[in-house]
């Protein structure tokens, strides 16, 4: 997960889940609490456990990622599990018999994005189908970034294709995760809305990565995320047209726990805690992490390279951010 600079522009999405968008804009006073309870929706490994997905009782898992095998238009977890599996089945129910929902999450920063891969969108969209059908799940996520951010060509295949899926599946679910900066989603996030609309797709929710902003920005990583939510609502007020609460519900924040990709950024517990409550504050839809896996204290033996793949690299007891970013 990567975000990179940029600016706004204005569009018109329609909000599926959210009755009150397009239907005209109403006032609202910036200082006005929704108080509502945000949900916590860690993203996790599709095909590996951790001991800590459970902390702080998520209400639904982003399952991390389904991409092309790397040849063809053919689906797999991390483009090298097929998505039948019968492991990752099984991780799915456990998942699930909590009472937990399971959302899968298409992309992603490595690997080769199905968007990319497929040659027309009913058969993209067949692909996103067979993963959906394999996880029982009718809420997809497509995290967009990187090159495929910037691809105009996929965005629009994929944009044709979640409409198709969606013309099928009536009660399908869909969110973007973007990149963002303090400064809001750049021009390549609000063209891909954009796209997105003009394909008459409906959107559930915008998913902003609050994260890896960059070497200049070296301050409270806390006050960033909120700077990049408040920056990113004014964006979508306008992008879908609708009202302060609205707008709102519809963005969700993802951070990144502990250490970030670039150097001097520190995502500690008091900024989750300083995030959660934002999201209460302000009603937005869910909050969640990169990664439960990294839901650590690093050991004494572990490298930067391990903080960034399998532990926080921050004090903490095990299972601390989830507990936090839950509330």
């Known amino acids: 997960m990567h975000t990179y600079p940029g600016k706004s522009a204005v569009g018109l999405v329609c909000l599926l889940a959210l009755t009150t968008a397009c239907s005209g804009s109403r006032s609202a006073s910036s200082s006005t609490s929704y108080a509502s309870s945000s949900s916590y929706?860690?993203?996790?490994?599709?095909?590996?456990?951790?001991?800590?997905?459970?902390?702080?009782?998520?209400?639904?898992?982003?399952?991390?990622?389904?991409?092309?095998?790397?040849?063809?238009?053919?689906?797999?977890?991390?483009?090298?599990?097929?998505?039948?599996?019968?492991?990752?089945?099984?991780?799915?129910?456990?998942?699930?018999?909590?009472?937990?929902?399971?959302?899968?999450?298409?992309?992603?920063?490595?690997?080769?994005?199905?968007?990319?891969?497929?040659?027309?969108?009913?058969?993209?969209?067949r692909a996103y189908g067979k993963a959906l059908d394999a996880a029982g799940s009718a809420q997809a996520d497509f995290d967009v970034e990187g090159d495929e951010l910037t691809d105009s060509d996929s965005v629009d295949l994929r944009s044709e294709a979640i409409a198709l899926l969606q013309r099928e599946r009536g009660d399908l679910e869909v969110s973007f995760t973007l990149p963002v900066?303090?400064?809001?989603?750049?021009?390549?996030?609000?063209?891909?809305?954009?796209?997105?609309?003009?394909?008459?797709?409906?959107?559930?929710?915008?998913?902003?990565?609050?994260?890896?902003?960059?070497?200049?920005?070296t301050g409270d990583m806390g006050e960033y995320a909120l700077t990049s939510a408040k920056a990113a609502h004014a964006q979508l007020k306008e992008i879908f047209g609708t009202s302060d609460a609205t707008a709102w519900k519809a963005m969700a924040l993802t951070s990144m726990l502990g250490v970030n990709d670039v150097d001097d950024e520190t995502f500690s517990l008091d900024d989750a805690a300083e995030v959660r409550e934002f999201a209460d504050d302000k009603g937005i839809g869910w909050v969640s992490m990169w990664a439960t896996f990294r839901d650590q204290e690093c050991g004494d033996d572990s490298s930067a390279e391990d903080a960034l793949t399998d532990c926080s690299g921050v004090d903490q007891e095990d299972g601390a951010f989830g507990e936090a970013f839950s509330g």
């Open 41 to 125: 929706a860690p993203y996790v490994s599709a095909t590996d456990a951790s001991d800590h997905d459970w902390a702080g009782s998520p209400a639904t898992y982003n399952l991390a990622f389904v991409i092309s095998d790397g040849s063809d238009c053919t689906p797999k977890w991390n483009g090298t599990t097929a998505i039948s599996d019968s492991a990752v089945k099984s991780r799915i129910s456990r998942l699930a018999q909590g009472g937990a929902t399971v959302r899968v999450s298409f992309g992603g920063a490595s690997g080769k994005e199905l968007a990319a891969s497929c040659d027309s969108a009913s058969e993209l969209a």
């Open 181 to 217: 900066m303090p400064s809001g989603l750049d021009d390549d996030g609000v063209a891909l809305l954009q796209s997105a609309n003009e394909h008459d797709v409906q959107v559930s929710t915008v998913n902003i990565m609050t994260m890896n902003y960059g070497e200049s920005y």
